[in-house]
C-alpha cells in the first residue's frame, strides 16, 4: 500500500511564498488523482488543489487559491508538489495530501470530496502559518 508524507511547512508573511511537497513511496499502481487539502482551526478540511496521474495530468484548483497555488508531480520521483504564492493569512491551515486509490479519475466535482472514503490514503500532515 502506497504511504504519503508531507513536507515544506512553515510560517510567511503575507504575499510570501511557500511550496509544499508529498513524497509518495510503495505501490502506486491504482492511484489516478491525488491531492492536496488543509484545515484551518475550527474548519471543516476543504480540498485546496486536484491532479490526475495519467497522461493529461488535468488539475482541478478550489475559488480561494486559483491563480496562486499550482499543483504538479514529479513521476520519476514520486512527488507531489504545491506551490503557493500570494500567500494570505486565511491560507493558513494544516494542509495534507491524500491519494484515491481506486483507479478513479477526478474532475472538477471532486473537489467536493473530502472524505475518507474516497481519499483512502492520507499524509500527515504539515503546517502552513502566513502572518499579516
Known amino acids: 500500500q502506497a504511504r504519503l508524507r508531507e513536507s515544506g511547512g512553515g510560517s510567511v508573511q503575507a504575499g510570501g511564498s511557500l511550496r509544499l511537497s508529498c513524497a509518495a513511496s510503495?505501490?502506486?499502481?491504482?492511484?489516478?488523482?491525488m491531492g492536496w487539502f488543509r484545515r484551518a482551526a475550527g474548519k471543516e478540511r476543504e480540498a485546496v488543489a486536484l491532479i490526475n496521474t495519467d497522461s493529461h495530468g488535468s488539475t482541478f484548483y478550489a475559488d480561494s487559491v486559483k491563480g496562486r497555488f499550482t499543483i504538479s508531480r514529479d513521476d520519476s520521483e514520486n512527488i507531489l508538489y504545491l506551490q503557493m504564492d500570494s500567500l494570505k493569512p486565511e491560507d493558513t491551515a494544516m494542509y495534507y495530501c491524500a491519494a484515491n486509490v481506486g483507479y478513479r479519475l477526478c474532475s472538477l466535482s471532486t473537489l467536493a470530496r473530502t472524505d475518507n472514503t474516497f481519499w483512502g490514503i492520507w499524509g500527515q500532515g504539515t503546517q502552513v502559518t502566513v502572518s499579516s
Open positions: 510503495g505501490s502506486m499502481y491504482s492511484i489516478y488523482c
